[in-house]
């Protein structure tokens, strides 16, 4: 996650490149560094870099990384000939390196050969199994063709040898959720919150899934999730604080209030509802009116 002073920095350095004031390779370092996607800045600083010899050679064995750096910010602004031209470089240096190959894959991709990039994606893999990178280009191609299911075939066989990885298992969620799988969606999200505890996005995401779900025993749960993401952010999340009325409201249906395990159920509406409307009265006085409207059609005493 980029800082403020490192995005100031970067800022600062933008626009004294773009006035002319020199500093060119130093913006571009910190692009890297700091994984930031500036594709038009890159490409137009990286070019005026490599179009020069005398800047170019100053680089010494950097000026490989800067080619990959400008090759992809090519492709990303669809300036395929300057991208190729880089790769076509790169492959000459380095005539048997699977890192030239995975670009050479990426150009495929960017030109919308399918075809020709998935082959290239399963020669790299076959040379090496456990390339990460290629794995989730793949993920990538199927999505770009929205081909979803495509997308959640090779995630799940990615999770298989990867399963720590979080990000991972977030995108097979939010696929799941965007195609109303949401037991499997839910199944994603307890493995995040297992490996991540504290996280409370991950807690908020679950408990929207249990809500979508619905049942007694899902909209219990919810609610319990939907209260430790309140904890996880002390107290300052607004969208778990209106899924507790939810859950409330839903689970009032369903029991009647005869259910003893809900006794401690008023409580966390008065907390809840007082909490939502302390915010309104502090951001958003105007919308009061209309949060009692909302507690009252959800027959939730405020």
Request: hydrophobic letters at 40%; one cysteine or more; aromatic letters at 8%.
């Amino acid at each position: 996650m980029v800082t403020k002073s490192e995005e100031t920095e970067l800022n600062r350095l933008e626009s004294q490149v773009d006035n002319g004031g020199g500093g060119a390779w130093e913006y571009l370092c910190l692009v890297r560094k700091l994984k930031v996607r500036r594709s038009d800045k890159v490409l137009k600083h990286g070019l005026s870099i490599l179009n020069d010899s005398k800047k170019r050679s100053s680089l010494g064995s950097e000026e490989w990384t800067l080619y990959e750096e400008v090759a992809i910010a090519a492709m990303d602004c669809q300036s395929l000939e300057v991208a190729k031209d880089c790769v076509n470089v790169l492959r000459k240096k380095f005539p048997e390196s699977k890192r030239v190959g995975r670009l050479e894959a990426l150009l495929l991709e960017a030109k919308g050969s399918w075809g020709e990039a998935e082959k290239a994606y399963s020669s790299l893999l076959e040379d090496n199994p456990f390339d990460q990178v290629v794995h989730k280009r793949r993920v990538a191609l199927a999505k770009a063709q929205g081909n979803l299911s495509g997308a959640i075939e090779w995630l799940n066989k990615y999770l298989e040898t990867f399963m720590a990885d979080h990000d991972a298992w977030r995108e097979l969620a939010e696929i799941y959720v965007s195609l109303q799988m949401y037991k499997q969606a839910a199944f994603c999200y307890e493995e995040l919150i297992l490996s991540q505890p504290t996280v409370p996005l991950f807690h908020l995401a679950y408990a929207d899934v249990l809500y979508t779900l619905g049942g007694l025993e899902n909209l219990q749960t919810a609610r319990k999730y939907y209260s430790s993401t309140i904890d996880l952010t002390g107290g300052k999340n607004t969208r778990a604080l209106f899924g507790i009325c939810l859950c409330m409201s839903a689970i009032a249906q369903f029991s009647k209030g005869r259910n003893k395990e809900d006794k401690d159920c008023p409580d966390l509406q008065s907390l809840a509802t007082a909490a939502l409307e302390k915010e309104y009265k502090q951001r958003a006085s105007g919308k009061l009116t209309v949060l009692t409207s909302a507690f009252k059609s959800l027959k939730v005493s405020s």
